[in-house]
């Protein structure tokens, strides 16, 4: 099966957060399971110099859309028995940051196009095209609109995943055809528009074959009003194409055996050694603590989503109790004046690292005792499962992925690989954080059987890439 893999961002190329590490990692599993694997992403100016060299010219076209007639040459790489090709055009894609542009829906439309004008160019006929997010939305529409009924385009079928159902391409009409050179019907007949706005996602919803989310458990929140962000009356409308499918991690990359970031390697049978990188992590960072004070790491965005609220409701709490907090992430000023002004009143006990740094996280994970990430909600999440292969226990809001990869501890059993809450519950967290506490200080044994727990779980995309695979086949035979 010929798979052509779409996404705006692809790690290690060009990352700004999990879609990234999974358009990174699970083109490689699918070629493991024998798929003939092609990705396609801008080629961004934030791609580093590394990656161009190894890169080789295939071909350039010219991409028509809506008036403009815009240059796109494509660029190849191959690695670990995937072809990754790059649209280059500096216009749209040599900009300061890689999303949030004023143009961004240009931008992407140019991409989406680019990826359906290159096929015949580069001879690769696939049998799926796989999208994701509302970047690359508008290759199934386009497909749909523009290419179905050349006999070259004839039987290809299109799969969108969406990987956070929040962000959804929504731009004002005026854009359907002057921007995105789709006949204004398409918007006033209701299928590229909701709630008075253009909808890329919605439209990629209505057009795929097949639609897929991140996690089973996602894959039903999203179909009820509170999570569905508006968005849960057209998926439940096409719920007989909606699948859940949890995300898998890149195994090599995010291992403590052999993580080169690490202040020292270990693994399950040296977990004595992960101390070593709570010392290296607690002097980096300017901190003390001793033996049972619980070490809590966050990374990720500074955005609501990520149950920041809650945490900003008891943070003073948090701290009182015997802990050291570490955290790492960018995003809302708010959030992040929180955690810099909590530096000020409780110096000894926080650190706050505004800034996305990649080493860091990983030391982050090694160092912790705990990561929380008590989200709202959360499509998959990727950072509980780093955090568990590196030995340290997540304590999660009961949603989504969340629900789905951690099991919270059972002090009768003594079962678990983490810690839960299910209320959107300001005290509750709080509640759970303290038994963590407790528990990490009075009873070592069991910690250490949830770390185990953890460290040996199945993250692989093997499982994952298999049910891609049966979903992939299903949109065929559509
Ligand atoms: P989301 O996709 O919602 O941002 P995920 O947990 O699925 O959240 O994935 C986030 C990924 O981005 C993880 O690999 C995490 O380590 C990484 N990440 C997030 N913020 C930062 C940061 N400030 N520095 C380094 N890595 C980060």
Redesign the pocket.
Known sequence: MKVLYVASEVAPFVKT???G?VAGSLPQALAEQGCEVGVVCPLYSQIAQEWRDKMSFVTCLYVQLAWRNQYCGIFRLEKDGVTYYFIDNEYYFKRRQVYGEYDDAERFAFFSRAVLDMLPAIGYKPDVINCNDWQTALVPVYYGIHYSYRSWYDGIKTVFTIH?IQYQGQFGSQITDYVLGIDRYHYDNGFLQQDGDVNLMKAAIVCANRVTTVSPTYAQEIQTPYYGFKLDTVLRWYQGKVSGIINGLDIKQFDPETDTHLFKNYSVKTLKDKKKNRDGLLEMCGLKADDDTLVIGM???LVSQKGLDLIQCVLGDILRLNVRLIV???GDYGYEQMFLSAKGWAPDKISANI????DL?NKIYAGSDLLLMPSLFEP????QM?AMRYGTLPLVRETGGLKDTVHPYNEFTGEGNGFSFAAYNAHDMLHVIENACHLFANDKAAWKKMQIAGMTGDYSWSASAKNYIDVYEQAIKY
């Open positions: 957060g999990g879609l590490d956070n990374v990720g965005r790492l992430g960018t800034m996305f740094n990649g996280a998959c999440g990727l950072a780093i």
